[in-house]
């Protein structure tokens, strides 16, 4: 089982390419945003900024659609508007994305039932197309040793032994931010926000069959599968 675990999170901490759709020319945006922290933090996969204007960022082409993008995707980090992700999915199952992290937010944390259906449809086209959802409404996963910034954040930090499981976004950048400055050097690191395929159990497991991995810390604001 564990080694079936870490073979299934392999390209959601070591992607070898990352599409950034919500990209844009201007730099206020939080795609943008996160585009420039893969560059600086030295990300050592393709990075393909995703953006229906076009343009340049960061001397990287912005692709129009993520069907355009010429190579291969394994991971994408989505930031825009929550009523354009199911075109979104289809785009991923079309590219055969392996998983796709929700930055956007706006569903069932609303408490309104209309985006709650969203998020079931979102559940079910991505496990109909071999895809796995991380989020929405999160910062993703961080991975020191892959240059995988905790968010938007230039911050990676010195690779260690220390793994974490947060459901809140804001909770994780400060355990990055506070733990780096304090030397605790981290394995790895996830915010996953309303959990609505990846959860909290999920990544507890694979954190329990890293091998790298030798203290697990944990937020979590309840569970499903407890």
């Not at 922290?37 to 229906?52: C, D, K, M, N, Q």
């Not at 394995?187 to 329990?208: E, K």
Request: charged share 20%; hydrophobic share 35%.
């Amino acid at each position: 089982m564990f080694e079936e675990k870490l073979k299934e999170f392999e390209p959601i901490f070591y992607p070898k390419s990352i599409a950034v759709v919500g990209a844009s020319t201007n730099e206020r945006k939080t795609g943008s945003h996160w585009v420039k922290a893969l560059i600086s933090t030295g990300f050592p996969g393709r990075v393909y900024p995703v953006g229906s204007r076009g343009g340049i960022i960061s001397g990287l082409p912005i692709f129009p659609n993520l069907k355009l993008v010429p190579g291969e995707v394994d991971y994408v980090i989505v930031s825009i508007p929550r009523q354009s992700i199911l075109e979104l999915l289809d785009d991923c199952v079309a590219k055969k994305v392996k998983a796709v992290q929700l930055f956007t937010a706006g569903f069932s944390e609303t408490g309104k039932p209309e985006w709650q259906e969203l998020e079931e449809q979102m559940v079910r086209k991505a496990r109909q197309g071999g895809i796995r959802i991380i989020g929405p409404n999160c910062m993703g996963v961080y991975c020191p040793g892959h240059k995988l910034p905790c968010g938007t954040s230039s911050r990676v930090g010195v690779s260690g032994s220390v793994g974490f499981v947060s459901q809140s976004g804001g909770i994780a950048d400060k355990l990055a931010q506070i733990g780096i400055a304090r030397c605790i050097d981290y394995s790895r690191g996830v915010s996953f926000g309303n959990g609505i395929d990846l959860d909290a159990s999920d990544f507890l497991q694979y954190l329990a069959a890293d091998p790298e991995t030798t203290i697990i810390g944990a937020y979590l604001e309840g569970t499903r599968r407890g």
